[in-house]
């Protein structure tokens, strides 16, 4: 029976585990990238208020 123990503590201890992974990640906020159309992040407080980072510009693929 020991053994049957082990594993079940052994699998209760990853279940509790992966809860609080889930729980932490579902409670995290997002960035709001394209707001306002932007294609960047808009730095919200702080001496660079208003500045926009990290522009996504796609490269052209039609290169013949």
């Known amino acids: 029976m020991d053994r049957h ?3 079940l503590e052994s699998y209760t201890k990853k279940q509790e585990i992966d ?3 889930l729980t932490l990640f579902s409670a995290r906020k997002e960035v709001n990238i394209n707001a306002g159309g932007t294609a ?25």
């Open 5 to 7: 123990t082990r594993v």
């Open 19 to 21: 809860r609080k992974n």
């Open 40 to 64: 960047g992040y808009t730095v919200k407080k702080g001496s660079n208020k208003g500045k926009i980072l990290s522009h996504y510009s796609p490269k052209a693929n039609n290169n013949w």
